[in-house]
């Protein structure tokens, strides 16, 4: 059998060349998007609506008992926050349809209303009449439009391992930021724990968040009503709360390996393990849905809210809560705007947090954004540290005086990457602060 | 000599037939890489000179200036630094790797069958998985890699590795991505040796050929088609790394790629202008190190 070997440059090489270019291409041909609008329809029996929230569904009964009273078969879609807000923008960007209602975010409630991409919800539903029952409603209005409306009640939290404390001869709990820290140093130099406090250094979401709460349990607030920073003299509480929160990785009250860990994983794998004894910047309703379960915790009963410290006394507290809204694009607006109105009624949530039994709860659900029902919830002892928590939620605000800027994601994570670099040690907290504050002057002006 | 078939004739309809199959046979795939590949990056080619960002409408020409925004951008900046290392450490561990896996499996061997089974399962895994897993190895207080070293001194218990120290991290990142797509370069370079004549081998050793010249000489030229497209896929795949660093290392400056920059400033920003015009500058790069590496490494081989 007679071979030949040949190796040459040739016509071949050049085909493999094309090949690599048009592989590159098509991997970088992401960009492009579909026009055309979906035409709405008024009909609000009959259709089936597509619901898309970074959430499970809620049990199918709840669903089907939906579908029962109003004729709208509801068709869920699951998908993770961060890959709903892309697709949330795309979809927007390119006018087409991709839910009937969907997940409406605190903080992007600035940039949505500019845009347009969602329908101001009082077209549908009263939502004067909702407002004092619902006081996060604030955190979904801009421009004096309703773009959603809260279905649970997210607000931050403080959180503390009372056993911990006890262990540690703290009785009484601090009330303010410096008692605070000298509790949390009293706790690691009795050796019980090494690391009591846990803040999320991770560049994401959490770490910006964190600060926010602790500018304003210092008294402040991160930027004025025009957008400019508020943060940049070291007076002002912005400044003293990256301050504190730096130094406290700096110190060693939070664990140096925290410099990667995100909000979540903080609370589940520093706090529901019993290594931290507290964060200050915790997720309401963690205690029940998280703490107090014995499958993903080994602090049972131990975890407590206790009244935010702030500069002098007890502060207020953040909302941050998760809003349900009808993008421009849906196909069924009004059916939408009906499964709304019954998805964050009151009964409703009583359901889904559980208090009329197992079937009827919702896995994930946090806590009513009702505060009617979140007293009742309270008074019937239904809900773990339901008094802290329903006064709490009585003077909860919203993070931004008159709703999050129409630039906060890109401010944020001005915020994330250069609070996490500080932490890290490749800048200083002047330079932090000067890196977020130009962000904002240059996003705000 | 035979005369042409008539038209109409059935002689002559088989042969239009025949002649129009291949065209037919290549119309969907062509139909799909127009409009799912060519058609887009002509949209994105278009649209990366366009100040398109619905915070800031109309959409309007603006020449070069997304160009000058990218170039003015400290993140944009960093992270490309930032590929340029996972490019650099990505294409030669990946490709030092599967040339070394595909000769340890070029032989027959009891097992092989299952060992290329394993090899090929972090391929199949997503990024994100990936990343996941990843994160357990690196964590500092609990992580496999940390228990390894301060168990061998070489670190202390709860030592950082991951956001601490630029260079470390982004080749601790590099490196999950390196465990991804060795696997297929192993692959495409062992397909390159199996074609390889064992005569040739045969006649070397004849010949007095060692196996350490063996490989030199014969085994890697032979290889040379399969080792270029190795180097290609591991490229575009370093070049466009976004999983691993965005799971990692979050949105941090220490590991963020051009990809994650790209997804930053179209939908964090809504600055879609600035997001198609990196995408184009990122396509343009691999279009062109692609093209070097071809000329460079790829030899045409026939038996």
């Known amino acids: 059998m007679a071979r030949t070997l040949s190796s040459t440059r040739g016509r071949q090489g050049r085909a493999a060349a094309a090949a690599a270019v048009v592989l590159a291409f098509a991997l970088a041909a992401c960009g492009g998007g579909s026009s055309g609008s979906s035409a709405a329809s008024g009909k609000t029996s009959g ?33 993770d926050w961060d890959s709903l807000q892309t697709k949330i923008s795309a979809a927007a960007a390119a006018n087409t349809y991709f839910a009937d209602a969907t997940d409406v975010d605190w903080s992007r409630v600035g940039q ?36 959603g409306l809260p279905y649970d009640a997210s607000f931050m939290v403080t959180t503390v391992n009372k056993q911990m404390f006890t262990k540690a001869g703290i009785t009484t709990m601090p009330a303010t930021l410096d008692e605070y820290t000298s509790d949390l140093k009293k706790l690691q130099s009795k050796g019980i724990s090494a690391h009591p406090l846990d803040i999320p250094f991770a560049a994401a979401e959490g770490l910006s968040t964190y600060w926010y709460e602790t500018t304003g349990a210092l008294g402040g607030t991160v930027l004025d009503q025009s957008g400019k920073p508020r943060f940049t003299s070291p007076g002002s509480a912005g400044y003293k709360a ?63 809210y206790i009244p935010t410290p702030g500069a002098t006394g007890a502060a207020a507290n953040w909302s941050n ?75 909860s605000k919203p993070v931004f005086e008159g709703g999050a800027p129409s630039w906060y994601p890109q401010f944020s994570n001005s915020v994330y990457t250069n609070l996490h670099a500080a932490a890290a040690g490749s800048e200083t907290v002047p330079q932090a602060i000067t890196a977020i504050a130009n962000t904002a002057n240059g996003l705000a002006s | ?51 398109a960002n619905p915070l ?21 900046l960093t992270s490309m630094g930032n590929t340029a290392v996972y490019v650099a450490v990505g294409v030669v561990l990946s490709t030092v790797l599967g040339i070394f896996f595909a000769v340890v499996l070029r032989r027959p061997f009891r097992g092989r069958g299952i060992l290329i089974a394993v090899l090929i399962l972090p391929w199949a895994l997503p990024g994100v998985v990936e990343g996941i897993l990843w994160t357990g190895i690196y964590d500092p207080s609990s992580g496999l890699l940390n228990g390894v070293l301060s168990s061998l001194h070489l670190a202390s218990h709860g030592s950082v590795l991951l956001g601490d120290n630029r260079w470390l991290t982004i080749i601790l990142i590099e490196l999950v991505q390196v465990w991804q797509i060795t696997p297929l370069s192993a692959l495409l370079v062992l397909a390159a040796m199996q074609l390889m004549p064992q005569e040739l081998f045969q006649a070397a050793a004849i010949d007095g ?41 979050g949105a941090a400056t220490t590991g963020s790629s ?38 460079a490494v790829y030899r045409r081989v026939d038996y």
């Open chain 1, 47 to 79: 259709v089936t609506i597509t619901v898309t929230l970074a959430a499970p569904a809620p049990p199918k009964d709840a669903l089907a008992a939906f579908t029962k009273q109003t004729g709208i078969t509801v068709k869920w879609v699951d998908i």
């Open chain 1, 112 to 147: 949505l209303g500019k845009l347009g991409w969602f329908y101001p919800i009082e077209q549908f539903l009263d939502t004067k009449a909702l407002a004092p029952d619902m006081p996060q409603i604030k955190s979904f209005t801009v421009g004096g439009h309703v773009i």
């Open chain 1, 242 to 304: 990256a301050e504190w929160m730096i130094n406290a990785i700096k110190t060693g009250l939070v664990p140096k390996g925290n410099i990667n860990v995100t909000d979540s994983q903080g609370m589940q794998t520093l706090m529901a393990k019993g290594q931290a004894a507290s964060i200050y910047s915790d997720y309401s309703g963690n205690v029940g849905s998280l703490y107090n379960v014995p499958s993903s915790s080994s602090v049972v009963n131990q975890v407590k």
């Open chain 1, 321 to 395: 809560p998760d809003g349900i809204g009808i993008p421009k694009q849906a196909k069924y607006p009004k059916a939408a705007a009906k499964f709304i109105q019954w998805f964050t009624s009151e009964n409703q949530q009583v359901d889904f947090a559980g208090v009329n039994g197992p079937s009827k709860a919702w896995s994930t659900y946090a806590l009513p954004s009702h505060l009617s029902a979140v007293k009742a919830m309270a008074a019937k002892g239904n809900l773990v540290g339901g008094d802290a928590l329903s006064a709490m939620l009585a003077t």
């Open chain 2, 1 to 51: 000599m035979k005369a042409a078939p008539a038209a109409g004739s059935p002689e002559g309809s088989r042969g239009h037939a025949a002649k129009s199959l291949p065209y037919l046979l290549v119309t969907p795939l062509a139909v799909f890489i127009i409009g799912l590949a060519l058609v887009p990056a002509a949209f994105t080619i278009i649209e990366s000179f366009y100040r």
């Open chain 2, 56 to 76: 800031d409408p109309p959409t309007r020409f603006d020449g070069l200036g997304n160009f000058r925004r990218l170039f003015a951008n400290n993140a944009v």
């Open chain 2, 209 to 249: 050929c060692g196996a350490w010249q063996s490989f030199w000489r014969i085994t890697l030229p032979l290889a040379r088609p399969g080792i270029a497209v190795a180097v290609v896929q591991a490229l575009i795949a370093t070049l466009n790394v976004f999983d691993q660093p965005y799971v990692l290392n």
């Open chain 2, 258 to 295: 051009v990809t994650e920059q790209t997804y930053f400033i179209s939908f964090q920003n809504l600055d879609f202008g600035g997001g198609y015009a990196l995408s184009l500058l990122i396509t343009l790069i691999t279009m062109v190190v692609s093209l070097i590496v071809v000329r």
